[in-house]
């Protein structure tokens, strides 16, 4: 059974760090990509960072580019998200998702984690 569970949520003031993690488990073979998406209320699901399962490539949305960072064990069973100078609009549920394929569009997103909340205050 493939797993996906976000750990790592909290709150945390303006320009401060955190680090999400992301067990993953239950894939026969590892997954084409991992990423990271989020979802505030009334919003849509934004994709926000993807990595390839032999970790050299990776993808940022450009509202994330430069203060967030993905990486992964090289297992592949861990996924994380180091998060800084974070700013009140990151407060969201973030989920850890698998695709064939690298993506950050949801639709094409074949599994994903439960989520994690993440507040951040001015």
């Known amino acids: 059974q493939v797993r996906l569970v976000e750990s790592g949520g909290d709150s945390r003031q303006a320009g401060e760090s955190l680090t999400l993690s992301c067990t993953v488990s239950g894939f026969t073979f590892e997954p084409y990509s991992l990423a990271w998406f989020r979802q505030a209320p009334a919003r849509k699901r934004e994709g926000l960072a993807l990595i390839t399962r032999n970790g050299r490539y990776t993808s940022y949305a450009d509202s994330v580019k430069g203060r967030f960072t993905i990486s992964k064990s090289s297992a592949g069973n861990k996924l994380y998200l180091l998060m800084n100078d974070l700013v009140p609009e990151d407060s969201a549920t973030y989920y850890c998702?698998?695709?064939?394929?690298?993506?950050?569009?949801?639709?094409?997103?074949?599994?994903w984690g439960q989520g994690t909340r993440v507040s951040v205050w001015p």
């Open positions: 998702a698998a695709a064939g394929e690298a993506t950050l569009d949801p639709s094409k997103i074949q599994f």
